[in-house]
């Protein structure tokens, strides 16, 4: 993920979020694409008994249930392979976090899916932010996430959904941006 960003005059800060455009999901939907087309393709030459993959033989295979099964795990992983790239062509979850000190507002803005929530944007003024607050959790399944306090709304997640950011650039982030807007870090 790349550092925040603060202008020279250190009046604003941006803090861009990684959406469902990072390369594990690139791969996922590439090794499904290719799965699926094989399977789909495999089940297709079982049924019409012409080969239509180069590096098998699977006219060989009986169409029923063989052939019939390829060709429905093919199709299912063609439409999860659909749905991962129109989800990586959206940028589901991408976005920023912006902090102004000119106009006194904090926005964190992310990306949705297609309808009258593509566009996710709230705005706090600063000052109703109490704290940051940093929550790491260690275990089988690690949460490291940053948190705003907002007064009377409770806490605002900051970072991304998913892969857990290393703790070196947790801590930085959350320091940075505590002393950025002033206000006390807490959780470590």
């Known amino acids: 993920m790349p550092s925040p960003v603060a202008t020279v ?5 941006q803090q861009p979020i990684l959406g469902s455009r990072r390369p ?3 791969f996922w939907a590439i090794a499904v694409s290719v799965g699926g087309t094989g399977l789909l393709l495999a089940g297709l030459s079982s049924y019409l008994q012409v080969n ?3 590096f098998s033989e699977p006219t060989r295979l009986a169409f029923l249930p063989q052939g019939l099964v390829m060709g429905l795990y093919g199709i299912a992983a063609i439409l999860l392979a659909s749905y991962l790239w ?12 912006a902090f102004d000190r000119k106009t006194q507002k904090a926005t964190i803005f992310r990306w949705g899916f297609p309808g009258k929530n ?8 600063l000052s109703d ?5 940093v929550d790491i959790k260690e275990g089988l ?3 490291r ?11 605002v997640p900051l970072t991304r959904v998913g892969q857990p950011l290393p703790l070196t650039e947790l801590e930085s982030q959350g320091a940075e941006l505590a002393r950025f807007l002033a206000v006390p870090l807490e959780g470590l």
Request: hydrophobic residues 35%; aromatic residues 10%; positive net charge.
């Open 9 to 13: 005059e250190t009046d604003s800060l």
């Open 24 to 26: 594990s999901n690139y």
């Open 52 to 54: 239509l993959l180069p």
């Open 86 to 97: 129109f989800v990586i062509s959206l940028d589901v979850g991408g976005g920023y976090n």
């Open 118 to 125: 593509r566009r996710v944007e709230i705005t706090y003024p």
């Open 129 to 133: 932010i109490q704290a940051v607050r």
């Open 141 to 143: 399944n690690p949460k």
């Open 145 to 155: 996430a940053l948190y705003l306090k907002v007064k009377g709304r409770g806490d």
